[in-house]
């Protein structure tokens, strides 16, 4: 088992479906669970922009059988999860002097 098909629907289903899944609701479970306050930033955005370009570039790399293409997405890929951690724990930061109740109730 394996190959460009079994990379390209394995990473479109873990990358494009479940990360975006977390990255959509990370900052609904972690004050709900950690006890932290991520106030809503429009930068939330970025990480999934990249997340889902840089998907599109490693798939287009599977599908026309490019490892170049298919290691830049998967660089990206990577890029694009460290901008949503680090995004979220500056969020995390800002939101430390912001008591909980008020982002949950203020959004």
Excluded: C, E
Aim: glycine share 12%; net charge positive; proline share 7%.
């Amino acid at each position: 088992m394996g190959g460009t098909d079994y990379d390209a629907a394995l990473h479109a289903v873990m990358l494009g479906f479940v990360f975006s899944m977390v990255f959509g609701h990370a900052p609904i479970i972690f004050p709900a669970v950690l006890r932290v306050a991520v106030p809503y930033s429009p930068y939330f955005y970025v990480p999934l922009a990249l997340l889902h370009a840089s998907l599109a570039i490693r798939l287009a790399g599977d599908w026309m059988n490019l490892p170049q293409w298919r290691a830049w997405g998967g660089a990206l890929n990577g890029l694009a999860l460290l901008a949503f951690v680090l995004g979220t724990l500056g969020a995390v930061v800002r939101g430390a002097t912001t008591p909980v109740q008020k982002v949950l109730r203020d959004g």
